[in-house]
Nanobody, 124 residues
């Protein structure tokens, strides 16, 4: 059974930082591209950052460029999202996902497995 378990969310003031982790089990982690997506209340889910099985390439949504960094540790079957300079508009539920598609897909429909998500709230 595949499980993706996110952690590291919470409440932070604008300008602060958080580091999200997603621990994967039940799959051959190095065979999967990994992505972070988010969904704010009343909005559609959007991709934040994705990373290929090898760690390169990575892609970021315009809203995340320069502030967020995605990385992975294949030995620990974990993917990370370092978020700096957080803004109130970053408030959302952040979910990680795993994809067998090649490269680093940015389309959520190409992801096979999803975690339950972790809440990130940024206060102004």
């Amino acid at each position: 059974q595949v499980q993706l378990v996110e952690s590291g969310g919470g409440l932070v003031q604008a300008g602060g930082s958080l580091r999200l982790s997603c621990a994967a089990s039940g799959l051959i982690f190095r065979n999967y591209a990994m992505g972070w997506f988010r969904q704010a209340p009343g909005k559609e889910r959007e991709y934040v950052a994705v990373i290929s099985w090898s760690g390169y390439p990575t892609y970021y949504a315009d809203s995340a460029k320069g502030r967020f960094t995605i990385s992975r540790d294949n030995a620990k079957t974990t993917v990370f999202l370092q978020m700096n300079s957080l803004k109130p508009e970053d408030t959302a539920i952040y979910s990680c996902a795993a994809s067998r598609a090649g490269g680093a897909p940015t389309i959520s429909g190409l992801y096979d497995y999803w975690g339950q998500g972790t809440q990130v709230t940024v206060s102004s």
